[in-house]
């Protein structure tokens, strides 16, 4: 089983921004379909971006994160990226990124505090 590796989370001011890395092992990285979720303590997960195979060329937002959140990734570095801009105190959660059959990663802390 395949199991990511997230990082880039941290403590940024409400405005700020993050860029949250997702390193997958294995050669097939390139026909993954690959998503971002991320979870409260106390509440489900949630769906936050997803991005296609290949090129990526179709992105997928949550209604909460659309036009503040982008999802990319680089096949050559086995990683899928999130970057987030005008982060807001309630996107405060741990991230997670999952691929097909993939086993869930430790996930990276993202906290938006003054």
């Known amino acids: 089983q395949v199991q990511p590796v997230e990082s880039g989370g941290g403590l940024v001011q409400p405005g700020g921004s993050l860029r949250l890395s997702c390193a997958v092992s294995?050669?097939?990285?390139?026909?993954?379909?690959m998503s971002w979720y991320r979870q409260v303590p106390g509440k489900q997960r949630e769906f936050v971006a997803s991005?296609?195979?290949?090129?990526?060329?179709?992105?997928n937002y949550a209604d909460s994160v659309k036009g503040r959140f982008t999802i990319s990734r680089d096949n050559a570095k086995k990683t899928v990226y999130l970057q987030m801009n005008s982060l807001k105190p309630e996107d405060t959660a741990v991230y997670y990124c999952?691929?097909?059959?993939?086993?869930w990663g430790q996930g990276t802390q993202v906290t938006v505090s003054s």
């Open positions: 294995g050669s097939l990285f390139s026909i993954y379909f």
């Open positions: 999952i691929g097909p059959n993939f086993d």
């Open positions: 991005i296609s195979s290949g090129s990526g060329s179709s992105p």
